[in-house]
């Protein structure tokens, strides 16, 4: 079964720029939907992006639309998180999730229960 780890959070200003990443270990990282999540305190946890096993689908949540990118490298089994004008709202814990997909078809998930396997998270918080 694949693992995940996340990494590449911090403290960023507003209007600022954070890459993460999500690296995966021990299973064949080609057949995984994967995706990001993420959860601010008292909040559930909410969808951010998805990913499909060839990289060429994406979806993403309406409110980070037009400012965050997920894409993959197949030969680093890395997804990431390209996280552009970064605003308050934006802090949270980030995870990375997988999804085995044995379709052939383009698949990409958004919802929390389509994903079995997650890393621990990383922090993200962007203020002043």
């Known amino acids: 079964q694949v693992q995940l780890v996340e990494s590449g959070g911090g403290l960023v200003e507003p209007g600022g720029s954070l890459r993460l990443s999500c690296a995966a270990s021990g299973g064949p990282f080609s057949r995984y939907v994967i995706g990001w999540f993420r959860q601010a305190p008292g909040k559930e946890r909410e969808f951010v992006g998805s990913?499909?096993?060839?990289?060429?689908?994406?979806s993403y949540g309406d409110s980070v639309k037009g400012r965050f990118t997920v894409s993959r490298n197949g030969a680093e089994d890395t997804v990431y998180l390209q996280m552009d004008n970064l605003r308050p709202d934006d802090s949270a814990i980030y995870y990375c999730?997988?999804?085995?997909?044995?379709?052939?078809?383009?698949?990409?998930?958004?919802?929390?229960?389509?994903?079995?396997?997650w890393g621990r998270g990383t922090q993200v918080t962007v203020s002043t």
């Open positions: 990913v499909s096993r060839s990289g060429r689908t994406q």
């Open positions: 999730a997988a999804h085995l997909n044995l379709e052939f078809r383009e698949v990409v998930r958004s919802t929390v229960s389509d994903y079995r396997t």
